[in-house]
């Protein structure tokens, strides 16, 4: 364990354990606090489920509404005697700690969830400790690359822009030391190899094999992460390779439908608010565009984490109270709508227009950026 956190370069190197599962215990805490979930789910398998969205998820469904059994699929380091776990290790030890003592079944295994091998554990995982067939599969992978399991190929994702360089100012976010970085264009085989690894093909073996093992129950729903973003992003994020792959995911939602049809279930694409993750810490631009719109968004008391972001998702749209699914003109779910409200938009702009290295700590809330990304690796203070 270690007390004082080793950032460089947008990465934390080192973790506090025992401080990460102080903050999934505050989390689970909050979300018990609140009123039940009406109708949630009750069997849940999480792809990705050791921090972000997919451990919020997590924490929804076994704490915030009927108290769903849940199965945990993340790949993680534990510790040894030399070497901490990673962050994902001790959350997923502090998630399953607490759902046992509740009553509830929790089952987590540290495997590839890219691998077709993991999908046979999870099937004789599920049948083992008497799960229900699945009535939520939540796909919240994260990683910088892929092995297909019918090619045995590795593929590796590329953030970068299309067609043309970007130059992006980024953030050091424990210095608030601002600089340009330039990044070059992808190449064609950079942008299908990012669509390998973060688009929506993964997502589709998943759904088929759960179906056709029994595993899906009538009615199932499964709901995938996404994110759109400011025009300040576009180039670096939506209109990049990321883009690309978040694209593929979508069109991948309506396939999923459309293979579930025969049990009337759903896939969604859910696009979520900006928020401080692992992976958005090192992407240029989003650092100085996540302080600035903390700032607005806190002023305007409007601001989410991600628990806040998934509770929503569950209350208002997967699991509203008149049973609609709000969607928007290409089918998907937004829980941005706060984010991209033209006003907050509008803030935002002008304290990124007016951002310089001398005013950093006064014009955005690099502070709270700070806290949040050191939170991630147990640093909670």
């Known amino acids: 364990m270690s007390e004082t956190p080793k950032v460089r370069g947008g990465l934390c ?15 689970i805490q909050r979300e018990q606090a609140k009123a039940p979930i009406v109708g949630g789910p009750k069997s849940v398998l999480v792809l990705g489920c ?3 969205y997919g451990l919020a998820s997590r924490i929804a ?23 901490a776990g990673s962050p994902g290790w001790y959350n997923n030890e502090a998630f399953d700690e607490a759902a046992k003592a509740a009553g509830l079944k929790a089952v987590t295994i540290s ?36 092995t297909d399991p019918k090619s045995g190929i590795t ?9 043309k360089p970007h130059v992006a100012r980024t953030l050091d976010i424990m210095t608030c030391e601002m600089k340009e970085v330039a990044v070059e264009p992808a190449t064609d ?10 688009g929506g093909e993964d997502w589709v073996l998943w759904m088929d094999f759960l179906k056709a093992k029994g595993l899906l129950a009538k009615g199932c729903k499964t709901v995938a992460y996404s994110y759109i973003g400011p025009k300040c992003t576009q ?13 593929n995911l979508e069109a991948s939602a309506k396939a999923i439908t459309d293979a579930l049809a025969d049990l009337g279930g759903v896939g969604v694409v859910s696009v979520n608010k900006a928020l401080v993750t692992r992976a958005s810490a090192v992407i240029p631009a989003m650092p100085p565009y996540i302080s600035c719109l903390f ?17 929503r998702l569950f209350r208002e749209r997967l699991y509203s109270p008149d049973g609609a699914m709000p969607v928007d003109e290409a089918g998907r779910i937004r829980i941005d709508d706060w984010e991209m409200r033209p006003e907050i938009q509008a803030e935002v702009d002008a304290l990124m227009a007016a951002l310089t290295p001398e005013n950093v700590e006064a014009t955005t809330d690099i502070a709270g950026y700070r806290t949040d990304f050191l939170a991630l690796h147990g640093f909670i203070g």
């Open 13 to 27: 190197l080192n973790v506090d354990g025992e401080g990460c599962k102080q903050f999934v215990a505050r989390d």
């Open 50 to 52: 050791s921090g972000g």
């Open 61 to 83: 469904a076994a704490f915030g509404g009927p108290k769903a059994d849940t199965l945990g699929v993340s790949f993680e380091r534990a510790p040894t005697d030399r070497k």
């Open 111 to 146: 495997a590839d969830a890219f691998a077709d091998a993991t999908r046979e554990t999870v099937a004789q995982l599920a049948a083992d400790n008497g799960f229900a067939p699945f009535d939520l599969v939540v796909y919240s992978l994260a990683s910088p690359m892929r």
């Open 155 to 163: 593929y590796k994702s590329a953030i970068k822009p299309i067609g």
């Open 189 to 198: 085989e950079e942008i299908a190899a990012t669509v390998k690894v973060m």
């Open 235 to 247: 180039d670096i994020y939506r209109s990049g390779t990321l883009g690309r792959a978040k694209e």
């Open 295 to 311: 700032k607005v968004m806190k002023a305007h008391g409007l601001h989410e984490d991600c628990l806040d972001q998934i509770d």
